[in-house]
């Protein structure tokens, strides 16, 4: 194998390593800001809830936050060549929060359409006790306007800091 090579192939390892790594990041910085949007700790220091059952939902609904970002940041990748920093992270952080914004309106929709005539499963109520969890009540004014601008922050963050990771560059053979 020629060393241009190797060094390329190096270089396409680090960068699924440092996007993974901004995954999982992403992962646990969602997983904070629900824990702090909703007010978790206060729900069990009352008494409502049982910390393992809480740390299952945010676990849970920050997998489904991260793998919708995901989608968004599989997308921008692609188009980044020659195009500013600052400019990448602010669109980045505006179709998160349409992202989610627009998952939102989706879990709404449902849950004020349904009947009790439909089905309850899971899946056609989109991951139906995470969302009541989380979207019951008051829960997507939380969301909206606590969460959401944190994540879509967090995420413009994450993603310019993985997507500028410095890349091992191909040296031509002599």
């Known amino acids: ?33 629900l824990w702090w949007a ?3 700790s206060a729900f069990i220091a009352g008494g409502a809830y049982e910390r393992r059952y809480e740390l299952s939902f945010v676990a849970q609904f ?8 995901a989608i968004v940041w599989l997308r921008r990748r692609t188009r980044l ?28 929709l449902r849950r004020y ?9 899971d899946w ?9 969890r989380f979207f019951s009540e008051a829960g997507a004014l939380s969301f909206v306007l606590a969460a959401l601008p944190c994540i879509s922050g967090l995420s413009a963050a994450l993603f310019l800091l993985q997507a500028r990771f410095p890349k091992a560059k191909a040296t031509p053979q002599s």
């Open 38 to 40: 909703y007010d978790v």
């Open 1 to 33: 194998m020629r060393r241009a090579d190797l060094t390329g192939t190096m270089a396409s390892v680090v960068d699924v390593l440092a996007f993974t790594c901004a995954l999982v990041f992403l992962f646990f910085s969602c997983a904070v800001v």
């Open 62 to 69: 920050s997998a489904i936050l991260s793998a919708l970002i």
């Open 81 to 108: 060549a020659g195009v500013r920093p600052l400019q990448v992270a602010w669109t980045v952080c505006w179709q998160t929060a349409v992202v989610l914004l627009f998952y939102t309106i989706v879990i709404l």
């Open 124 to 132: 056609t109520m989109f991951f139906g006790s995470v969302n009541a």
């Open 113 to 121: 359409s349904w009947t009790p005539g439909q089905s309850l499963d």
